[in-house]
Nanobody, 125 residues
Framework: QVQLVESGGGLVQAVGSLRLSCVASGRTFSSFAMAWFRQAPGKERELVAAIDWTATNTYYGDSVKGRFTTSRDNTKSTVYLQMNSLKPEDTNIYYC??????????????????WGQGTQVTVSS
């Protein structure tokens, strides 16, 4: 059973930084892409960032390009989301996700099969 556990959320002032972590267990971490989504109340989950199995290819949503960076450490089965220059509109629950299909990034939440419990990020103005 694949399990994903996020950590690192919290309250931060605008223009501040946070780093989210997601530890995976239950299968070979290095063979699978990882992604970060966020979801505001009443809205669909939005793909924030994703990284493929080799860490060669990454994807960022337009709203976070240049501010957020995702990376992975396969020795620790962990994916990270470094969030800089945070804005109040980044306030959200952030979810880590991965797929049953190995290797490649997908851009739709429907293509991800395993999800963490989410971590709240709140950015004050």
């Amino acid at each position: 059973q694949v399990q994903l556990v996020e950590s690192g959320g919290g309250l931060v002032q605008a223009v501040g930084s946070l780093r989210l972590s997601c530890v995976a267990s239950g299968r070979t971490f290095s063979s699978f892409a990882m992604a970060w989504f966020r979801q505001a109340p009443g809205k669909e989950r939005e793909l924030v960032a994703a990284i493929d199995w080799t860490a060669t290819n990454t994807y960022y949503g337009d709203s976070v390009k240049g501010r957020f960076t995702t990376s992975r450490d396969n020795t620790k089965s962990t994916v990270y989301l470094q969030m800089n220059s945070l804005k109040p509109e980044d306030t959200n629950i952030y979810y880590c996700a991965t797929r049953k299909t190995p290797w490649y990034i997908a851009r739709s939440a429907a293509q991800y099969d395993y999800w963490g419990q989410g971590t709240q990020v709140t950015v004050s103005s």
